[in-house]
């Protein structure tokens, strides 16, 4: 047979869209040509192939003119995950392996030039694709090791692990039979795994009740949260203890955060199921924050999906950055249009940022003196756009401690303590409605937060004075029966939306 057929699978953002590896040999010239819109590093295959064909002891028809497409052509293929379904393709064209035994299989893997096979990117999304199929003969997956590991994370999946492309070739031979399994071929048993709790413990914090209680509602409710307070005064202290109290991921959520770093090579089977807190230097552009490029892939806010982003020096970050989280803050997905092609990533984090109230950062300081002018402090206060600030739920003042209270006051509340707070405010929200407080959407705002005739009066005059936008009042109210849940009350009363209406005060200069 001179021509075969072998699957496999390109990514396009999250989605794996399978891809038919098409090889024939000719006679004619011998040459080795590569079509179907194949990236730089795909092409370079050729030479991949070639070789490791070679090094493993088989034949590579070198006299022959070799033409594999890789349909359908209009879809972009990227990456070195195409050296094990060409190489394979060329070996069944060449009657040196079996076709019809590679029925049933897909394969994706980068080839040495030695025959080994190296890891590839989006193993998990390839297994999810594979696991999200409705029909009864579901394909199996070779890919491999680490890579393997990695996609066998799937409920239902079928993974084989390979090390070397000869340990794949003598399970699909001529004649009848299947080999044994060999110590290089395997089915992949994923082993349980607990839930990691290395989160850094908030008793570290010492004093910072305003800010601490802001972060328990933040984490109870699904809220955004600003901090801002003077250099050193525990702004990134607070926010890298943040992610220790949430409630454990599920095994979806850690499927699909761990799916989006899979993408980019950063996910490690030690990270499974720990919430992520992703934290971009304040000079990342605004495609590193919502991601690009072309084939797109996720940027910082995709990454920190299921769990934290937190923006540092935030009046310092491009404007154009910052503007670009607008919309995944509402949605909690990003999508990313080019002129072919379009791809959407998911970006449902919870956003904790950090900022000084001037350029000295020492405005209403007690313990130094601001030196900044009021021209000064408004420039800086004013990089932060208003639509941006309202679709941030709490603003919290961080005061710093003089160096008596630092070091005679004890040690905080643990996070483990305020977990279960969290944890149990959290599930009120679920039970009643299905979901977070921060994710109510219109009539259900209506609905779950309804305020008796004092706070509703309250509310109405606080909003008034403030000149309050329809989704700040929206928010508030949000909030406000976060604070009630966290209270244990079926209602939200008038102390709590007070408490609600104190975290969401305008930056003004003091």
Known sequence: MSLSIVNSRALLGLDARPVCVEVHLANGLPSFMLVGLAETEVKEARERVRSAIQNTGLEFPGNKRITVNLAPADLPKDSGRFDLPIALGILAASGQIDAKKMQGFEFAGELSLGGELRAVRGALAMSLALASQTSNAVPKLVLPESSAQEAGLVPGAEIYQAHHLLDVVRQFLPGDGVPDVLDGWQRVVPAPRSISTSYADMADVKGQIAARRALEIAAAGGHSMLMMGAPGSGK????????????????????????????TGRFSLDSWAVRPTCSPHHTASAVALVGGGSPPRPGEISLAHQGVLFLDELPEFPRAALEALREPLESGTITISRAAHRAEFPARFQLIAAMNPCPCGYLGSSLRACRCSPDQVARYQGKLSGPLLDRIDLHVEVGALA??????????????????????????????????????????????CKLDDAAAKFLNTAAARLGWSGRSIHRCLKVARTIADLAGAAKVQVTHVAE?????RALKAH
């Open 403 to 448: 160096a008596e209270e630092l070091i005679n006051t004890p040690p905080g509340e643990s996070t483990a303590s305020i977990r279960v707070r969290v944890a149990t405010a959290r599930d009120r929200a679920i039970a009643r409605q299905g979901h977070t407080n921060q994710a109510l959407e219109g009539k259900a705002i209506d609905e779950q």
């Open 500 to 504: 609600a209406v104190q975290y969401r």
């Open 236 to 263: 990134s202290m607070l926010a890298q203890r943040f992610a220790g109290l949430l409630p454990d991921m599920t095994t979806q959520e850690a499927l699909e955060s761990a799916a989006v770093a899979s993408l």
